[in-house]
Nanobody
């Protein structure tokens, strides 16, 4: 079955950096658009960064210039490099695999906590 396993979260001071990883298995990695979402306490889940199966990338305005999304097809892994972290980036970060063509689906990882202290 499909599994998405995130890692790399943790506690970091403001201005610091982290790299999140999402290891995918049980699916054809190249078929999927891959996304990072986050959810802060009391807030809705929001899209942070996305990379399509064709390599098109988009970012939320709040992270542009600070975060970089990257996918490695040889390792079936997606990454999120996060620089200049701010306390507002504190959230649980989720990996998402989305396939739009039939059969379409969405799969989610379990989430990894990122906490940025001021």
């Amino acid at each position: 079955q499909v599994q998405l396993v995130e890692s790399g979260g943790g506690l970091v001071q403001a201005g610091g950096s982290l790299r999140l990883s999402c290891a995918a298995s049980g699916m054809i990695f190249s078929d999927n658009d891959m996304n990072w979402y986050r959810q802060a306490p009391g807030k809705q889940r929001e899209l942070v960064a996305a990379i399509t199966s064709g390599g098109n990338i988009k970012y939320a305005e709040s992270v542009k210039g600070r975060f970089t999304i990257f996918r490695d097809g040889a390792k079936n892994t997606m990454y999120l490099h996060m620089n200049s972290l701010e306390p507002e980036d504190t959230a649980v970060y989720y990996c998402n695999a989305h396939r739009s063509r039939v059969p379409s689906y969405d799969y989610w990882g379990q989430g990894t906590q990122v906490t940025v202290s001021s």
